[in-house]
């Protein structure tokens, strides 16, 4: 069954403190891994998506890399309006299979 | 261009009460997801459909839900009767095409009491 576990649950940065998020996976054969974003109240955002181990992306302050069982999103210098809930889901390579999300992990930055 | 509509934004419902959530996916998108979000299990996935089609409805809770996609801009979850654990939030999404990168509404927030 595939699975998808993020860590740490919850993480407070000061501002410009720089942090990693991890996110563990098991599936049979990774079509794709998205990263996401959540403000309260909202849907969750599209970040990335990373498809192969070695792959990067960035974006601003967040960068996203990935090996062959995690995924990291580090925040570089992070400020407030960084302060979310990211969302880690895979996509597995059986036909038909839709996206699996973890729990999240919520960032909050203070100032 | 608009995104993924979801109605009602909230919703406040007695126990026993019919719920009908509403969704209007991108146009273009042959995926339409339905999905449930709680503290305790996070996003989970109900049901999705594939050109109005359902594919996968191993994620329904139980027989009082059900979901419809009567044409390609328009679908339905129903749960009938609602019970105090069925609040959460309910997103929709959808995509064009499965593995793709999907879209979320901005979720309708049920509570049952």
């Known amino acids: 069954e595939d699975q998808v576990t993020q860590s740490p649950e919850a993480l407070r940065l000061q501002e410009g403190e720089s942090s990693s998020l991890n996110c563990s996976y098991t599936?049979?054969?990774?079509?794709?891994l998205f990263w996401y974003r959540q403000d309260p109240g909202k849907g969750p955002e599209f970040l990335f998506t990373?498809?192969?181990a070695g792959e990067e992306k960035e974006k601003e302050r967040l960068k996203a890399t990935l090996t062959k069982k995690e995924s990291f999103l580090h925040i570089t210098a992070p400020k407030p309006e960084d302060s979310a809930t990211y969302l880690c889901?895979?996509?597995?390579?059986?036909?038909?299979?839709?996206?699996?999300f973890g729990k999240g992990t919520t960032l909050s930055v203070s100032s | 261009d608009a995104g993924v509509i979801q109605s009602p934004r909230h919703e406040v419902t007695e126990m026993g009460q019919e719920v009908t959530l509403r969704c209007k996916p991108i146009?273009?998108?042959?995926?339409l997801f339905w999905y449930r979000q709680t503290m305790m299990r996070g996003l989970e996935l109900l049901i999705y459909?594939?050109?109005?089609?359902?594919?996968?409805d191993s994620g329904m809770p139980e027989d009082r839900f059900s979901a419809k996609m009567p044409n390609a801009s328009f679908s339905t979850l129903k749960i009938q009767p609602s019970e105090p654990r069925d609040s959460a939030v309910y997103f929709c999404?959808?995509?064009?095409?499965?593995?793709?990168?999907?879209?979320f509404g901005e979720g309708s927030w049920l509570t049952v009491v």
């Open positions: 990373l498809y192969s």
């Open positions: 999404a959808s995509s064009l095409g499965l593995g793709n990168t999907i879209y």
């Open positions: 599936v049979s054969g990774l079509r794709g």
């Open positions: 146009s273009g998108h042959d995926y």
């Open positions: 459909f594939n050109n109005n089609v359902p594919i996968d």
């Open positions: 889901a895979v996509q597995g390579n059986q036909a038909g299979t839709a996206l699996i």
